[in-house]
């Protein structure tokens, strides 16, 4: 109220307290804020908060439950714990607002737990990977999951080994590598495969060929140069055509 009264600005607030104090309300009410150009945005969050063992952010993950404290289960840290950086600043840039101020008094202590999936995507090292690997240089690959007479294994649940270590490997290289590349991934895989399949009958080891590809050369096409430099000659001019007899 001070600061509306000192600046003439007309305040909305939404407060989240007791039972209104959950996930999925206060992601909610973010998500329903609007704003413009001269509208500025504030956040602030007073609440239990932790962080995760290879966070994707410096910042908090507080625990949005009306009742929750103390010690809580692996699986209550996911359902009740919001990222600061990820759930509520990045949603509220894209408001429309040039003023974003987001502010949480909680613990940020590290739980012995990695961060979940639905998050690594904050990790800004994943879009550059990707690029690398999709964006990059010419590449020509081709990969089995299984080496000549050996069975492919997979599982009604889980899924094909190969599948599972692909995206082992991927996850790996996009968060943890300093450098992608395709050679990188399907060794990784390779590896990984060999491991979940070491006890099964035969085994399994992937198996993969990479070729650097030659790009290919753009050539302006012959018509085209000549169309330039003048135009095509049909037959012959038709100052040269005789009449018939």
């Known amino acids: 109220d001070y600061i509306a009264d000192v600046t003439g600005m007309t305040v909305d607030y939404s407060v989240c ?6 996930k999925e309300y206060i992601l909610h009410v973010v998500d329903e804020v609007e704003a413009g150009v001269y509208d500025a945005i504030v956040f602030f ?9 290879n966070t994707v952010s410096q910042h908090t993950f507080f625990v949005a439950h009306p009742t929750e404290s103390g010690s809580m289960s692996q699986e209550e840290f996911v359902t ?3 990222s600061l950086e990820k759930e509520i600043f990045n949603t509220l840039r894209s408001k429309g607002s040039p003023r974003v101020l987001v502010f949480s008094e909680s613990c940020n202590q590290a739980i012995n737990m990695e961060v979940p999936n639905m998050y690594k995507t904050m990790n800004l090292n994943i ?15 081709i990969s089995s999951s299984s080496e000549y007479g050996q069975y492919s294994y997979t599982d009604n649940d889980m899924g094909g080994i190969y599948v599972n270590s692909l995206l082992h490997a991927m996850n790996d290289v996009t968060t943890k590598c ?11 895989t390779q590896n990984y495969v060999q ?4 006890n099964l009958d035969g085994g399994q080891t ?11 050369k753009l050539e302006e096409s012959p018509r085209r140069k000549k169309e330039e430099n003048g135009g095509y000659e049909i037959g012959r001019h038709t100052s040269e055509l005789q009449s018939p007899v």
Not at 195 to 198: K, L, V
Request: proline share 5%; net charge negative; aromatic share 14%.
């Open 17 to 22: 307290t007791g039972d209104n104090f959950n």
């Open 127 to 141: 879009a550059k990977r990707l690029k690398e690997l999709f964006l990059g240089p010419p590449v020509e690959m």
């Open 178 to 188: 300093d450098k992608a590349s395709w050679e990188l991934v399907m060794s990784k």
């Open 45 to 53: 969050n007073s609440s239990h908060g932790f962080n995760y063992q």
């Open 206 to 216: 992937s198996i993969y060929d990479i070729n650097d590809a030659t790009p290919i």
């Open 195 to 198: 491991q979940y399949a070491e």
């Open 80 to 82: 009740y714990g919001i």
